[in-house]
C-alpha cells in the first residue's frame, strides 16, 4: 500500500482541514499534480531545470575526517548545500512553480521564516517571469536582513506580518488568507511536506530526487545498502527527501533529528514530534506544539529554518509506524556540530543541517556500545544547505 491515500492521509494523519473556498482550488491542484506524473513535457522540463539551473545530481561524498573522528562510523555527506541558492529547497520551489504555469496562474505567494524558502521561490519566479509576493514575520524581517535584500533584488515583493509572535507560522497565516482571497489568479508555494493535502504529497515528490540519487550513488559505491540515515527535521521536507526512496528497504533506518531548543525540559523548543501532541495546523493533523485547550504554542531554534511548532504528516506516521525514529539535539550541540564539520571537512552547514551534524556523535556512541563486530556502520546525511546565511549572526557565538 502507498501512501498517502487519496485524500491525503497518511494513517491519521495529514488530511485537509482548510475553509470551504478553498476545496475546489485543492481539487484542482490534486489533479493538476497527478496529471503531471505521466506528462513527458513536464517531467523533462523539471529534470532539465534541476540539472541545468539547480545543479543536479549532487555529490554523495564520504566525509573521511568526519568519519575517523567518530571511529566506528563512515559518513557520507548528501551535499544539497551546493545547490543553486545553497539548500535543499530550490527542488521544490522549481516543481511547484512548474505547476504553477500549467494552471495558468499568473501571481505567486509564499510563506518565510528565515528567508530560504522565500529566496528560492523568488529565484524561480524570477527565472519564469511571475510576479511573486512573500509572507514574513516581521521579527524574521528584522533578523534575516540579508534574505529579505535577495528576495528584493530578485524582483519579489517582501510582507512584514505583525500579527501573533511575527514569525513563521504568522507569515503562513497570512498566505493562507490571501490566498482564500484571491484563488483565480495566485498559487501559493509552500516550503515544505506540511499544509493540506496534496502539498505534503507534491513536496515529497519534488523532494525525493535526493533520496533516488543518495540511493543509486551509495550502491554504486559500496555495493550495499547504508544502515541509516540521518536529516534535520523543520517541516520535513530533506527529511523527506531522503528518507522516502529508501521506505521499503527495512534495513536501513531513518533518523529525523528535531531541535530541541534549550532544551526539551525548558519548554524551549521546536520538536513536536518529539514531545508534542497530535493536532491540526494550516490545514493538516500531525505532530504539534500546543496547550492542553489546543492553543499552539510558540517554537523555539537557534535555526530559524527549524523554528516550526508543526511538522510534516508523512513523519508523525513513520514515528507512528516506527519506521523512522526522531530525536533531538539543542542549540549548543548544533553549534558544536556546525563547528566540527567546519573544522575536520572545510564545509560550513546551516544552522539546521548542524544538528543532524551534531546528532552524529550521540549516534557514534550508541552503535560502540551495542557493537559486536568490528566493522563501521554508515550513515548518509542529508547536508540540507550551507552555512554562508548564519555565520554573521554567530560571530560571538563560536
Ligand atoms: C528550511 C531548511 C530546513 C528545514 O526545512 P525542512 O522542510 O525540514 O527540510 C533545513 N535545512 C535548511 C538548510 C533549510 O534551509
Not at 283 to 307: E, R, V, W
Request: hydrophobic share 40%; aromatic share 8%; net charge positive.
Amino acid at each position: 500500500m502507498s501512501f498517502p491515500d487519496q485524500h491525503g492521509h497518511f494513517g491519521e494523519f495529514g488530511g485537509r482541514y482548510v475553509p470551504e473556498t478553498l476545496m475546489a482550488l485543492l481539487d484542482e491542484l490534486d489533479k493538476v499534480f497527478r496529471s503531471l506524473k505521466y506528462d513527458k513535457a513536464f517531467k523533462k522540463e523539471f529534470a532539465f531545470l534541476l540539472r541545468e539551473y539547480a545543479g543536479r545530481p549532487t555529490n554523495l561524498y564520504l566525509a573521511k575526517r568526519l568519519s575517523s573522528h567518530f571511529k566506528r562510523l563512515n559518513v557520507y555527506l548528501k551535499r544539497e548545500d551546493l545547490l543553486h541558492t545553497g539548500a535543499h529547497k530550490i527542488n521544490n520551489t522549481l516543481g511547484q512553480i512548474l505547476v504553477a504555469k500549467k494552471m495558468g496562474k499568473t501571481r505567486v505567494i509564499a510563506e518565510t521564516g528565515a528567508g530560504q524558502h522565500g529566496v528560492a521561490t523568488a529565484t524561480a519566479c524570477a527565472l519564469m517571469g511571475l510576479k511573486c509576493e512573500v509572507y514574513m514575520g516581521a521579527e524574521d524581517v528584522e533578523r534575516q536582513a540579508l534574505n529579505v535584500f535577495r528576495m528584493k533584488l530578485l524582483g519579489a515583493k517582501v510582507i512584514p506580518v505583525t500579527s501573533g509572535s511575527q514569525t513563521l507560522k504568522d507569515a503562513m497565516n497570512e498566505a493562507i488568507r490571501d490566498w482564500v482571497t484571491n484563488v483565480d489568479n495566485t498559487f501559493y508555494v509552500i516550503g515544505s511536506v506540511a499544509g493540506p493535502h496534496p502539498y505534503p504529497l507534491m513536496v515529497r515528490e519534488f523532494q525525493s530526487v535526493i533520496g533516488r540519487e543518495a540511493r543509486q550513488q551509495y550502491l554504486a559505491k559500496e555495493k550495499k545498502l547504508p544502515d541509516y540515515l540521518l536529516a534535520c527535521v523543520g517541516g520535513g521536507s530533506n527529511a523527506m527527501g531522503l528518507f522516502h526512496a529508501f521506505f521499503n528497504d527495512k534495513t536501513v533506518k531513518m533518523i529525523g533529528v528535531e531541535a530541541a531548543g534549550k532544551g526539551i525540559a525548558t519548554g524551549v523548543h521546536a520538536a513536536p514530534l518529539s514531545v508534542g501532541t497530535v493536532g491540526v495546523l494550516h490545514g493538516s493533523k500531525s505532530g504539534l506544539l500546543q496547550t492542553k485547550d489546543g492553543q499552539i504554542k510558540i517554537a523555539h531554534s537557534i535555526a530559524a529554518g527549524l523554528d516550526y511548532p508543526g511538522v510534516g504528516p508523512e513523519h508523525a506516521y513513520y514515528k507512528k509506524i516506527g519506521r523512522a525514529q526522531y530525536v533531538s539535539v539543542t542549540d549548543q550541540e548544533a553549534l558544536q556540530g556546525l563547528k566540527l564539520l567546519s573544522q575536520t571537512e572545510g564545509i560550513i552547514p546551516a544552522l539546521e543541517t548542524s544538528h543532524a551534524i551534531a546528532y552524529l556523535e550521540k549516534l557514534a556512541r550508541n552503535i560502540k556500545r551495542k557493537a559486536s563486530v568490528a566493522s563501521a556502520a554508515s550513515v548518509i546525511v542529508c547536508l540540507s544547505g550551507r552555512g554562508d546565511k548564519d555565520v554573521g549572526g554567530l560571530k560571538d557565538l563560536i
